[in-house]
């Protein structure tokens, strides 16, 4: 595959052609400022984030950024985390830290109201920042940052209901993946092993192991993703899912996980009430699709080498009108793709080799060059950066064209 091959760029050159982001030392490291290309990118990963969250029967819930210290004492993250967390700010009484994670906002919201057995499970979505402290020497474009932008679900459910969250939550990361073209190379299942540094009882684990590798392979079979177990790789807290992907230059990463967890809610005392009317302990799962925006986008740019589907490209559609008696033609095409939601630009400045040029560096899906024979009939002719074809279309059929692409997150099929 192209997007193993050695010399493959790194996302911070394909980013010089296409402008995703920018850092400033007055803005502060690892903390890169997302320009015009990046937002757009950005805007679709997560409404492909909330597009599968909803079909997914997620909700959505907002919650700050900023928590009492307290709260992460509470849930445990102070305690593991805090070397790598910012350091508390002051105010009157409280002391404020910007979060780790999101985990702990949501086990708040779970538990601001009471739950019965037919309630659950409950899955509670949000594309939100959390923060890293990470050192200067280890900051790297978009790959580590400090400010992390996570598509973010946790599921509340009920003991019983464990293999079929985890087999929803598996199926929803793998089409995530599917759709970004991400291939998944293989799932990593992560176990305890017989050493006593493990919360929550013995059948809890062999009960809640057995559920993970279950639904796992039914999963997997469909897809044809090998499953490998890692015995002692759980959590202390519960055992996971690891999505890995070989990456463009061969490191390996874990692109999305899926995470059983007994040790929040025994933290934040997170419970339902069954149908014999006793209070129960909930099972929490961290789950998440799509990613974090930071790296999925890193990663888009090097497995493309910015040349994003159509869905996904900043540029969309590159209008260029071969001399300015094509102006007006070209004009009315801007509008009538922009009716339609989509990215297009008008490109006037220099000659039209120069402009065919500049489009293909910012990698725009569709060129469009309109001249005599085009403006006279209504018509464009288009190139497709897919499969470097040149067509002449009428430009409502390139429009319908560009916008089903758009929709469907799929190449243009002319
Ligand atoms: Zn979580």
């Known amino acids: 595959m192209s997007d193993r091959i050695a010399d493959a760029l ?16 007055l803005a502060g490291s690892g903390l890169p400022l997302w320009l015009p290309a990046g937002a757009a990118i950005r805007d679709e990963l997560q409404r492909l984030a909330k597009d599968i969250a909803h079909e997914d029967g997620c909700v959505d819930v907002y919650t700050p950024v900023l928590g009492k210290r307290a709260l992460f004492e509470r849930s445990g993250h102070w305690a593991k985390f805090s070397p790598d967390m910012f350091p508390p700010m002051r ?14 906002h949501h086990a708040l919201v779970y538990s601001a109201a009471q739950h019965s057995y037919r309630e659950l499970p409950i899955r509670l979505n949000e594309l939100a920042p959390m923060f890293r402290a990470e050192r200067s020497g280890v900051i790297s474009g978009l790959q580590r940052v400090r400010q992390i932008n996570l598509d973010d679900t946790h599921v509340f459910c009920r003991p019983d209901q464990i293999a079929d969250e985890v087999a929803r939550a598996l199926r929803a990361a793998l089409r995530a993946q599917r759709i970004l073209g991400l291939p998944i190379d293989y799932v990593r299942l992560s176990l305890r ?16 192991q057995q559920a993970l590798r279950d639904a796992a392979l039914g999963v997997l079979a469909v897809e044809e993703i090998p499953l490998v177990e890692a015995l002692g790789e759980a959590a202390f807290y519960g055992p996971k899912l690891d999505l890995q992907v070989h990456g463009g230059r061969g490191h390996e990463e874990t692109i999305a996980t899926v995470q059983l967890d007994f040790n929040q809610p025994e933290r934040f005392d997170l419970t339902f009430q069954a149908a014999d009317g006793s209070s129960q302990r909930v099972v929490m799962i961290h789950r998440g699709t799509v990613g974090a925006m930071e790296r999925v986008v890193a990663s888009l740019l090097e497995r493309y080498q910015g040349r994003l589907p159509l869905w996904l490209a900043p540029v969309q559609i590159a209008v260029l009108p071969v001399s300015e008696a094509h102006d007006v033609a070209a004009r009315a095409a801007i509008d009538a793709l922009r009716a339609r939601r989509l990215r297009a630009e008008l490109q006037l400045d220099g000659s039209l080799g120069a402009r065919i040029r500049d489009a293909r560096r910012q990698r725009a899906s569709l060129i469009a060059v309109i001249g005599d024979r085009e403006a006279s009939a209504g018509l464009v002719q288009v190139t497709d950066g897919a499969d470097r074809n040149r067509r002449t279309v009428p430009l409502a059929e390139l429009v319908e064209k560009a916008a089903a692409a758009h929709r469907h997150r799929e190449p243009v099929r002319w």
């Open 193 to 208: 092993d017989d050493s006593s540094s493990w919360l929550g009882s013995d059948e809890q684990w062999q009960a809640s």
């Open 10 to 25: 790194d996302h911070r050159d394909v980013n010089r052609d296409l402008d995703v982001f920018a850092t400033d030392p």
């Open 91 to 104: 105010l009157g009484d409280d002391e404020l830290v910007l979060r780790p994670a999101n985990c702990p």
